[in-house]
């Protein structure tokens, strides 16, 4: 499957922890955007980034947020002293420079904080 | 910023089209307008996108007034599987930043 993986696909965590997600883009993808999404709400868009560099920063997004894209392949999240509030499906998709942009979504992790 | 307005929910019969209307009034001249749908547990799936003229593929067609500032999604022959959140979305002018609405849940009667 050469599909947009993220792993791990559920993360049950206690208020406090610190979490971290991976996301593994299609491999020829140099565009890469991570979203949060609540129950009935659309997706939110956390960040983007081109390569290795973030470009794009939700102001939405605490500094308990951060993301990182090594080498320009695959991508993490984390999450620091998480909060029930950050409960939500963790989306990650990417695309290819130029053309229509469209990007192909993984299946997401879902965080329960408790 | 950029926003588009859906309408929340809208049934169908099956075998027949489906028109979902998204209103996108701020819409700046460069904007492409793209649809992706989500079914149930999944992640969101490119639908179709459009800049000024009407577009068609093999999913479904997009219909853009004139002014640019609303545009259709046409499902020709809704199926079972076609039920999902439909997404009409624009990209923040000058920014990466795609925003999606709450979209509309599409249901779609046997």
């Known amino acids: 499957d050469t599909g947009v993986s993220q792993d791990p696909r559920h993360k049950i965590t206690k208020r406090g922890q610190n979490v971290t997600f991976r996301c593994d883009p299609i491999s020829e993808h140099n565009r890469l955007y991570w979203y949060r999404q609540t129950l009935g709400q659309g997706p939110e868009f956390l960040t983007y980034?081109?390569?290795?560099?973030?470009?794009?920063k939700s102001r939405l997004l605490s500094d308990r947020f951060s993301a990182e894209r090594p080498k320009g392949s695959f991508s993490t999240l984390e999450i620091q002293r998480t909060e029930q509030g950050d409960s939500a499906m963790y989306l990650c998709a990417s695309s290819q420079t130029g053309g229509s942009g469209e990007q192909y979504f993984g299946p997401g992790t879902r965080l329960t904080v408790t | 910023d950029a926003k588009t307005t859906q309408p929340n929910s809208m049934e169908s019969n099956e075998e027949e089209p489906v028109h979902l209307p998204c209103n996108h009034s701020?819409?700046?001249?460069?904007?492409?307008i793209h649809w992706y749908r989500q079914l149930p547990s999944q992640g969101p799936e490119y639908v179709i996108h459009?800049?000024?003229s009407n577009v068609n593929n093999r999913m479904a067609s997009l219909a853009i007034a004139e002014d640019r500032k609303s545009s259709t999604l046409i499902l020709h022959r809704a199926t079972l599987r076609d039920a999902a959140v439909y997404y009409c979305i624009l990209r923040e002018s000058g920014t990466y930043k795609y925003i999606f609405g709450t979209g509309t849940r599409l249901k779609v009667l046997a």
């Open positions: 701020t819409i700046s001249g460069t904007d492409y």
């Open positions: 459009g800049l000024t």
């Open positions: 980034f081109q390569n290795e560099a973030q470009l794009e």
